[in-house]
């Protein structure tokens, strides 16, 4: 449990962990690499240990020297067949991106997770992985783990996919690596796009044009990657220094990938005092230091194409907006309900606990600000971002709020709490 308490401002210049999506990948790519890459800046949260501890009992050597993760990877067709089930723990990116790789070797692999991991739906990756050839069985015609995946002998396809999504684009994407002919995922809206970003970077044949993402079997070579900020972890800090009046607050090195920067356009559309500076590139990737001055703020609407740039975001997006002037709508935003937990459910019965007039929506959620917001225990329902979004409630709250169970918050952001006492006036 956490207590937090009503600050008058956050103050500071920090920086946040490594991008958990970046990072899970650095090593994926690495392992199925020829040769060695140093990987600076990677995110230590439970989840990317789940990918390490995954790429280990695949046959990968990977260690640590001078706070830099190092990955003897092994080529494409280097992996080993694992002694044990794979467990990816809570890691979605991880189970899913990881079925990919799986799927182009020829050998048996056992994927599982967690009680939540295994609650989450799988069909979603199953469906194009089959139709490239691979083996899959799972819990109800495996739409649940655990996964059983005998792979091998692939087929390139061109698959239209029915929700924008990474982990699906980067599973079929890594299948790719072994199939025979070109492989193309085509989305409705572009979803995060480190995947092809980083095939790029350790040399893999891949071109994207629109919303059409293509490759070709080929060799990736180690390279060093430098892992910027995660925003969607900034994104804590930078929605409390917003909304709360006289805040100041500088967080360098951070990820701005154009399609993950639906936050920073969501804060400005709300009248946030917002600034870039410095942008630069850091392994195919923009990076920038982002400060923010707080003052008030109002609502808005959010929907359709933004969704996909935002969507780990709009906990602490709907936190904020409790304390906003007008209202704010947020539509378009099923696939929360089978994130860690079914945040649009849990932000609405938590936010109602502290006394913020909210409603769900079908696929979504209301808010009317300005609310008072009260003091009061919450729930984390084990899902990092909950929590986090809750602490940020807790800043503005005239009451303590007690939020259970917060030790998920390790899952992305170890030491969250304690940096956000260290900004907090």
Known sequence: ???????????????????????????????????????????????????????????????????????????????????????????????????????????????????????????????????????????????????????????????????????????????GLYAQGETSVIEDTVSRDHTERMLAYFGANVDVRGTKATVKPSELYGVEVEVPGDISSAAFFLAAAAVIPGSELTIKNVGINPTRTGIIDILLNMGADLTLDHIRTAGGEAVADISVRGRKLHGTEISGEMIPRLIDEIPVIAAIAAAAEGKTTITGAAELKVKESNRIAAMVAELKKLGVAIAELEDGMEIIGPNRIAGGVVESYDDHRIAMAMAVCGLMAEGTVEINRTECVAISFPGFFELLAGVSV
């Open 1 to 175: 449990m956490e207590c937090i308490n009503r600050i008058t401002k956050i103050k500071g210049c920090i920086t946040v962990p490594g991008d958990k999506s970046i990072s899970h990948r650095a090593v994926m790519l690495a392992g199925i690499s020829k040769g060695k890459s140093v990987i600076t800046g990677f995110l230590r949260g439970e989840d990317c240990l789940s990918t390490i501890a995954c790429c280990r009992k695949l046959g990968v050597d990977i260690w640590e020297d001078q706070g830099s993760v190092i990955v003897q990877g092994r080529g494409l067709y280097g992996l080993t067949e694992p002694e044990d089930v794979l467990n990816a723990g809570n890691s979605g990116s991880t189970m899913r991106m990881m079925s990919g790789i799986l799927a182009g070797q020829d050998f048996v692999s056992v994927v599982s997770g967690d009680a939540s991991l295994r609650s989450r739906p799988m069909a979603r990756i199953v469906k194009p992985l089959r139709e490239m050839g691979a083996a899959i069985d799972g819990r109800k015609n495996a739409g649940l783990a655990p996964l059983v995946i005998r792979g091998g002998s692939l087929k390139g396809i061109s698959y239209s996919m029915p929700v924008s999504s990474a982990q699906v684009k980067s599973a079929v994407l890594l299948a």
